[in-house]
């Protein structure tokens, strides 16, 4: 019946003896019934010697209980997987059999699927993910219905539990933490738990009625009674509720108003730790969802939270110490290289980074393990590594407690039970196994030494270099530093020392300033220009006393403290921003990132792998995800622009790209809204049946800094037409409130501000027409009404976001109306005196003083050049179609050039003065000043593009208008 070949000498006598001492069983009936069921089987004969040689706990079962073998073959649970909830349903219904008593019945079902998993992860039936997956799955049924059962015996002498403000019936949330919390579950765990339940009150019994507190502590008590008592049949999980608000002193059951107070007030970063795999297993989903939701904020911050390291670092300690302390080494759960160890590595990214990357946002070590690779917040070989290093030690641990049924995971010490453990495992001998398992565990160790180590040993040499701060910093000091102007520097950081937002800190604060500002100080220093470095830097100081977090995270790396000085002291624009969003330092932390602004297809990849991780349907998240996508892509660009990595033409292809990329998004976040409430709408293409087209920057592919997004909405549907869900709509409908919800998206304020302004006005009919035009009576406006201005307007517009059929159409559309035959002379007239107006009410009569040439609007500026490129393409496309074919003035000019509408050197003159121009411009905007230079400045530019004005145009009276 048994097959011991495969096993060692030592083992396979021990499976003999095991073997033999179940034929002996007293019950003859039950012995038969076993043999015959595995004569049934012959294959699992080498299983069956391997279960009971190297488990010593399954063999004891099996001759106790022969039939809890013989049912498990007859039912093929050995052979295959469970499916979800299978567990539950078959405990529900033994629970559900006439005179079924639950302690007896939990104990009995414990026992019989204990079996089953330590069979199977044995003999390798089934992996790792497996065996945790379904040992939390047995955790949870018997939780779930132990407690519903248990809350109907309560009730039937107390009543319902009901809220005061309410009036609804409560149920118990029971809370798994650790490993159950993550459906890690080991298998001989005990399980940790928190009780909640929504609201106090008291219950609605007719004899007696007693508060919602009392009741849901004598559910708790029952419950872990049921689960934790040691009976004749045995237990069912030991029950650990230390992690409770206030521990072993604390109330056993709390009101979800009780929990949030507790852990916004009294909190600490162990229990935020703690929480990180936090999971309601019991009770009404939807408030379990409810309380996941309010604990989130304590767990997860808003921000990059780099001021839970010190915390961190001293849990690590910890560790360390207990290690050496309690002589841990042989653990392969506390010992250096363990499984806490991987689980710290993981959770401290969580902690860390968990608020902004939702990604981390999950409870189960390997997916966050990705994660922290799809973030570059580990190198994919280290996540190799500890993916690997888990897996073999959570294997190890199961052939360690699977042994016996004990709650180690200590080596074993018996020359027996190691040979057992090596041969689970796959090794012949204990000797292989040791040499694999150190293997693993060194690398864990090298990775968990790696982990937030404290800060350089010269940052920490250096300390006793660092400039005072605080009294004793004068103006001496400062001018020894290099400061050129130290008593005015001074004097802006004794405002900043006796400002009530520093005298009102906390202790925690008070400490990370006293650190950070002598280092400040230092890192101005360095700069060119150190007192307007300082000036610069210090409202982002005043910004994030508050949240010193990001104190802490440019002291636990000077790197990024040097990038922030930097950049601050290059550009005040950049300083603004990151003063508004503090959350952008993140961006400072990786250098080759924040100076290497990707192209359009790495941008949607990692927006859309952004997106990905979000939950679906959580609008304010996906709206919080764009406006951090937008704000730290832009200052990508704008570094790379000031160290001279990015030319002025990438400079707006980038900017251009970040908004097609988001808009593209917005759409498609809008349309999922939208369908999801009104069904889809009749349409003939495949896609949206909606676009999006640019005009203007976006259209031209010029976007600077703060350009607002000029926008068109075309749909091609029957305006007749009707969406396909319960609530129907007609299409004019529905694709007008698809705009105003892209609208709402992009133009929302919200922590990071908004995305971008929109502007709507070159449109058909302009404010007054309709919000979104069918592609048909789009053809029509153009055709019958537009003004000549709107043509113009038109040869910038394209495709930005949408359905390429919708674009298609549009593009027919565009290519038609710029190639028409036009009266050369009415045009020119009717463009210069468009051009006319337009200086006259956006440029200044009076100029600011010395600053005489402004770059957009004065004669010879950008305007100018634009309004040639838009002339041309009206006058000559008939003649030359090419000339329709691009929406960005270079590409026109480079057109006319090649056809002979314009000289080679008035081209290369136009195209060279718009980009000095616009390059001029894009510093000036760095810079926060406004677009005028000096009146002598670009004198050559300027005169060629009169010089070609006047060609085309005719000489104009300076006093007309074309005036500098």
Same mark, same amino acid.
């Given at each position: 019946m048994i097959d011991s070949a495969g096993?060692?000498?030592?083992?396979a006598a021990a499976a003999g003896t095991a073997w033999q001492h179940i034929l002996d069983h007293q019950d003859a009936a039950a012995v038969s019934g076993l043999t015959a069921a595995l004569a049934a089987h012959p294959e699992i004969a080498p299983a069956l010697a391997r279960v009971l040689a190297c488990s010593p706990f399954a063999a004891g079962l099996v001759r106790r209980q022969p039939r809890l073998l013989s049912a498990l073959l007859e039912e093929g649970l050995l052979q295959r997987s469970l499916h979800p909830g299978e567990l539950q349903a078959e405990l529900g219904q033994r629970l559900a059999e006439p005179g079924a008593e639950l302690n007896p019945v939990l104990r009995r079902f414990r026992t019989r699927h204990m079996l089953r998993i330590v069979w199977r992860d044995f003999c390798r039936e089934s992996d790792t993910l497996e065996t945790v997956r379904d040992t939390s799955a047995l955790a949870e049924a018997c939780i779930v219905l132990a407690q519903a059962q248990l809350q109907q015996q309560l009730q039937a002498r107390f009543g319902v539990p009901r809220g005061r403000h309410s009036g609804e019936a409560q149920q118990l949330i029971v809370i798994a933490m650790g490993k159950l919390g993550?459906?890690?579950?080991?298998?001989?765990?005990?399980?940790?738990?928190?009780?909640?339940?929504?609201?106090s009150g008291e219950t609605d019994g007719e004899r007696r009625s007693i508060s919602n507190s009392e009741f849901f502590t004598k559910l708790g008590q029952g419950l872990i009674s049921a689960l934790d008592q040691v009976t004749v049949d045995g237990f069912v999980f030991r029950v650990d509720m230390r992690l409770r608000p206030y521990g072993e002193s604390g109330s056993l059951a709390l009101n979800f108003a009780a929990l949030e107070e507790y852990y916004q007030d009294q909190g600490r970063d162990w229990e935020r730790y703690a929480l990180i795999k936090a999971r309601p297993v019991?009770?009404?989903?939807?408030?379990?969802?409810?309380?996941?939701?309010?604990?989130?904020?304590? =767990?997860?911050?808003?921000?990059?939270?780099?001021?839970?390291?010190?915390s961190l670092r001293s849990m690590k300690q910890m560790i360390n110490s207990e290690v050496r302390r309690r002589g841990l080494q042989e653990d392969v759960k506390l010992g250096h290289g363990g499984i806490r160890e991987v689980e710290f590595i993981a959770q401290c990214f969580q902690l860390i980074r968990g608020g902004r990357?939702?990604?981390?946002?999950?409870?189960?070590?390997?997916?966050?393990?990705?994660?922290?690779?799809?973030?570059?917040?580990?190198?994919?070989?280290?996540?190799?590594?500890? /993916?690997?290093?888990?897996?073999?030690?959570? $294997?190890?641990?199961?052939?360690?407690?699977?042994?016996? #049924?004990?709650?180690?995971?200590a080596l074993p010490a018996d020359a027996l039970a190691r040979l057992a453990l090596a041969t689970v495992m796959g090794f012949a001998d204990w000797d292989g196994y040791l040499a694999a398992l150190a293997g693993h565990r060194e690398r864990v160790a090298a990775h968990f030494r790696d982990l937030i180590a404290a800060p350089e040993d010269e940052q920490e040499d250096a300390a006793e270099e660092l400039p005072p701060w605080g009294e004793?910093?004068?103006? +001496?000091?400062?001018?020894?530093?290099?400061?050129?102007?130290?008593?005015?520097?001074? %004097?802006?950081?004794?405002?900043?020392?006796?400002?009530?937002?520093?005298?009102?800190?906390?202790?925690?604060?008070?400490? /990370?300033?006293?650190?950070?500002?002598?280092?400040?100080?230092?890192?101005?220093?360095?700069? +060119?220009?150190?007192?307007?470095?300082?000036? /610069?830097?210090?409202?982002?100081?005043?910004?994030?006393? /508050?949240?010193?977090?990001?104190?802490?995270?440019? *002291?636990?790396?000077?790197?990024?403290?040097?990038?922030?000085?930097? *950049?601050?002291?290059?550009?005040?624009?950049?300083?603004?921003?990151?003063?508004?969003?503090?959350?952008?330092?993140?961006?400072?932390?990786?250098?080759?990132?924040?100076?290497?602004?990707?192209?359009?297809?790495?941008?949607?990849?990692?927006?859309?792998?952004?997106?990905?991780?979000?939950?679906?349907?959580?609008?304010?998240a996906q709206m919080d995800a764009l406006r951090y996508f937008k704000a730290s892509h832009v200052l990508r660009v704008a570094a790379s622009e000031l160290v001279g990595r990015l030319p002025l033409m990438r400079v707006s292809d980038n900017l251009t790209w970040i908004a097609e990329v988001i808009l593209e998004q917005v759409l498609a976040v809008a349309w999922s809204d939208l369908t999801a409430r009104f069904g889809q709408p009749q349409r003939d293409s495949e896609g949206y049946g909606f676009a999006i087209f640019g005009y203007g920057k976006l259209g031209g592919i010029e976007l600077s800094y703060s350009s607002d997004l000029d926008l068109v909405f075309i749909y091609d549907a029957d305006v007749q037409g009707v969406t396909d869900g319960e609530r129907s709509i007609d299409n004019v409908k529905f694709y007008t409130r698809l705009g105003q919800r892209i609208i709402h998206i992009l133009e929302t304020r919200m922590a990071m501000g908004q995305l971008y302004e929109v502007d709507m006005r070159l449109r058909p009919s302009?404010?007054?027409?309709?919000?979104?035009?069918?592609?048909?009576?789009?053809?029509?406006?153009?055709?019958?009404?537009?003004?000549?201005w709107e043509h113009q307007a038109l040869v910038r517009a394209r495709l930005v976001?949408? +359905?390429?059929?919708?674009?298609?159409?549009?593009?027919?559309?565009?290519? #038609?109306?710029?190639?028409?035959?036009?009266?050369?002379?009415?045009?020119?007239?009717? =463009?210069?005196?468009?051009?006319?107006?337009?200086?006259? %009410?956006?440029?200044?009569?009076?100029?600011?003083?010395?600053?005489?040439? $402004?770059?957009?609007?004065?004669?010879?500026?950008?305007?100018?050049?634009?309004?040639? =490129?838009?002339?041309? =393409?009206?006058?000559?496309?008939?003649?030359?179609? %090419?000339?329709?074919?691009?929406? #960005?003035?270079?590409?026109? *000019?480079?057109?006319?050039?090649?056809?002979?509408?314009?000289?080679?050197?008035?081209?290369k003159a136009l195209i060279e003065a718009y980009l000095a121009f616009r390059s001029v411009a894009h510093q000036l905007a760095l810079q926060q000043l406004p677009g005028r230079v000096a009146g002598d400045d670009y004198g050559e530019q300027r005169a060629s593009v009169k010089t070609v004005w006047q060609r085309l145009f005719g000489t104009q009276d300076e006093s007309t208008g074309q005036r500098d």
């Open positions: 096993l060692p000498a030592e083992l993550a459906g890690e579950l080991n298998v001989s765990s005990d399980i940790d738990l928190i009780f909640a339940y929504p609201e019991s009770g009404d989903p939807a408030r379990g969802a409810e309380l996941t939701a309010m604990l989130r904020p304590f =767990v997860f911050r808003r921000y990059v939270d780099f001021g839970v390291i010190e990357d939702l990604g981390l946002q999950q409870r189960e070590l390997l997916q966050v393990l990705e994660e922290c690779v799809a973030l570059r917040c580990l190198p994919a070989a280290t996540v190799a590594e500890l /993916r690997a290093a888990y897996l073999f030690l959570r $294997d190890s641990e199961h052939g360690i407690q699977g042994y016996q #049924d004990q709650q180690t995971q004793d910093l004068d103006e +001496d000091t400062l001018a020894s530093l290099g400061y050129r102007e130290a008593a005015s520097s001074l %004097e802006q950081l004794q405002a900043l020392q006796q400002s009530t937002r520093v005298s009102t800190l906390q202790a925690e604060g008070q400490d /990370r300033l006293q650190q950070f500002m002598p280092r400040l100080l230092l890192a101005c220093a360095e700069a +060119d220009n150190p007192d307007r470095a300082l000036l /610069r830097t210090l409202p982002f100081v005043t910004a994030v006393l /508050r949240r010193s977090a990001y104190l802490a995270l440019l *002291l636990e790396n000077p790197p990024a403290l040097a990038e922030l000085v930097l *950049l601050c002291n290059a550009s005040p624009w950049i300083a603004e921003q990151l003063e508004r969003h503090p959350v952008l330092l993140d961006e400072l932390l990786d250098r080759g990132s924040l100076y290497n602004a990707p192209d359009k297809a790495l941008l949607g990849t990692g927006l859309r792998q952004q997106v990905a991780r979000l939950q679906p349907g959580d609008l304010e302009g404010a007054s027409g309709l919000l979104a035009s069918s592609l048909k009576g789009f053809r029509s406006y153009q055709e019958e009404t537009a003004w000549t976001a949408g +359905d390429p059929a919708v674009g298609a159409g549009f593009d027919a559309v565009r290519r #038609d109306i710029l190639g028409r035959t036009r009266d050369e002379a009415a045009l020119s007239a009717e =463009v210069v005196a468009m051009r006319e107006r337009m200086r006259k %009410e956006l440029l200044p009569a009076r100029p600011p003083e010395g600053h005489d040439f $402004d770059l957009k609007q004065s004669a010879g500026g950008i305007v100018d050049i634009e309004f040639m =490129v838009q002339y041309a =393409v009206l006058a000559w496309s008939h003649r030359v179609p %090419e000339l329709a074919r691009w929406s #960005d003035n270079i590409r026109i *000019l480079e057109t006319l050039s090649g056809s002979g509408l314009l000289t080679q050197s008035e081209s």
